[in-house]
């Protein structure tokens, strides 16, 4: 099972970027998704999770400006980020709460970096 992150990038303050992650193997249901961030000297931090219901929780920092989403035919999980700060520069990963032939644990991906400049 792998989760693979795509769409990070460079761009200027204020504007916008989408993540998406995609989870493929053999799995048998998703628990939860969502995307979690690091900068360097930081924790890593949730940025937002949707579980399988359809809720959906945001950091503080982010509500308002960022949207996680999901395709349940794709196991895809996205996250629309408008009016970027440069304080959103972060190493982003996609994390997943999935059953598979493992069980119910937790998968992550690579990460995509996402720099905002002021």
């Known amino acids: 099972v792998h989760l693979v992150e795509s769409g990070g990038g460079l761009v200027q303050a204020g504007r916008s970027l989408r993540l998406s992650c995609a989870a493929s193997g053999i799995i048998f249901s998703i628990n939860a998704m969502g995307w979690y961030r690091q900068a360097p000297g930081n924790q890593r931090e949730l940025v937002a999770g949707i579980i399988s219901g359809g809720g959906t929780n945001y950091a503080d920092s982010v509500k308002g400006r960022f949207t996680i989403s999901r395709d349940n035919a794709k196991n895809t999980v996205y996250l629309e980020m408008n009016s970027l700060k440069p304080e959103d520069t972060a190493v982003y990963y996609c994390?997943?709460?999935?059953?598979?032939?493992?069980?119910?644990?937790?998968?992550w991906g690579q990460g995509t970096q996402v720099t905002v400049s002021s």
């Open positions: 994390n997943g709460r999935l059953v598979t032939d493992w069980g119910d644990r937790d998968y």
